[in-house]
Each structure stands twice: as C-alpha cells, then as structure tokens.
C-alpha cells in the first residue's frame, strides 16, 4: 500500500497521560499536514511542514502538543498530560510540492482516533 | 482568512433520487474549492476540485459541482445516487495560492434510504 499511513488507528489513554501518534506519508511528499477532526465537525488544521522544517502552526495547538518530522520522512505528534477535550480523529495528509506555484493534492491517511478517558 | 458554510447537516435522499449538497464560502482572495468524502472509520477522499477554467467541475463516483463566484457557492449534485453514497461529505477551501492548508465546513452526512 502507497497511501498515508497513521499509527495507531485508535488510541484509548487516561486524563494526565501522553500520547504519540506517527504518520508516514506517501514515499517522496515533502510536504506534511495534520489536522484534528471533534466529533460532528470537519478537520481542521493543526500544522504543517515542509521538509523537517515546521512552517505553520495553529493556535489550536497548544503547548501541550508537539509535532516533528525529524528527517523530513515520518511525522509524529505528541499530546502530553491529555484532556478529555483533546478526544478527536487526528489526521494526517501529505503533498509533493514543486518550485512553481500551483496545486498540489493532500492525500489523508485513515486517522487515528484518540479517546481520553 | 477563508471560512466554508454547509447548512445542511443530514441530507436523507431515496436511491435514485438527485441530490444536491449545500456549500458557501467566504474569501477575500481567489479561492480553490473542494469536495471531499468520508466513509465510516476511513480518511477523506477528494471527490472533485476547482481550481480555475470551466465552472462546471465533474468527479469521481458521478458527483459534479458547479462554481458560482457571485453567489460564493460550490454546491454538490448527483442526479441519481445509490446506496454506496452512504458518507459524509465536506467541503473546503483554500487560497489560490496552493501549498496552503485546507478550510473544512462542518460536513453533511448523505444517508441513502433504499
């Protein structure tokens, strides 16, 4: 399977304890995105990087999360001491994107659907 | 700053009926417009994109949007669905600029009554 892939699918953790999700984009996107998807809305985004460098983040993400991509491959994003509220289908997309101004797809992985007990 | 409005929650249709999904959008720059498709426990999938040229855009699975700048709107049509349409469909927006993250509505679930 070429497609983007998400570990775990779901994740079940108690309030107070962290958790870490991976992403792993389609081989040779160097674009990378994720976004958070509650219960009854659409997604919505998070960060994004380009290469290992993190270029955009949300003020929905809080310090309490953090994103890397270390060597512009795989990505991982880390909720600490969660929170009921952080519950959520957490996505993740990636693009190839070129010199030239244009459009490029985000293609989603399944998601990993985080629940906080 | 873009924003997607999709007022329509929950739209239950008969099989082979048409249907038609609801999207409008707000932007102060040139915009590219999305559909996508959520099935239960998956990713989204794009349906069909516009991104300039005809504003009659057609996609997978027999779906097609038409583009109405006056109006802001990107409204989703089939005009029979089956019961595989079964989904959640989102709507988005980003800014014609490209490489930019996608603005979501909040989704109308599609259910199909046989």
């Known amino acids: ?117 | 700053a873009q924003s997607v409005t999709q007022l329509d929650s929950q739209v239950p249709v008969f099989e082979e009926a048409p249907v038609e999904l609801r999207c409008n959008y707000s932007s102060s720059v040139s915009v590219y417009l999305f559909w996508y498709v959520q099935y239960p426990n998956q990713g989204l999938q794009l349906l069909l994109k516009y991104l300039s040229g005809s504003t009659l855009v057609k996609g997978i699975n027999g779906f097609e949007a038409e583009f109405n700048k006056s109006q802001t709107s990107f409204h989703l049509r089939k005009p029979s669905v089956h019961i595989s349409d079964t989904a959640e469909y989102f709507c988005a927006v980003t800014g014609a600029f490209g490489n930019e993250k996608l603005t979501f509505g909040t989704g109308t679930r599609l259910t199909i009554i046989p």
């Open chain 1, 1 to 117: 399977d070429t497609g983007v892939s998400q570990n775990p699918r779901h994740k079940i953790t108690k309030r107070g304890q962290n958790v870490t999700f991976r992403c792993d984009p389609i081989s040779e996107h160097n674009r990378l995105y994720w976004y958070r998807q509650t219960l009854g809305q659409g997604p919505e985004f998070l960060t994004y990087f380009q290469n290992e460098a993190q270029l955009e983040k949300s003020r929905l993400l809080s310090d309490r999360f953090s994103a890397e991509r270390p060597k512009g491959s795989f990505s991982t994003l880390e909720i600490q001491r969660t929170e009921q509220g952080d519950s959520a289908m957490y996505l993740c997309a990636s693009s190839l994107v070129g010199r030239l101004p244009s459009y490029n797809e985000q293609f989603f992985g399944p998601g990993t659907r985080l629940t906080v007990l």
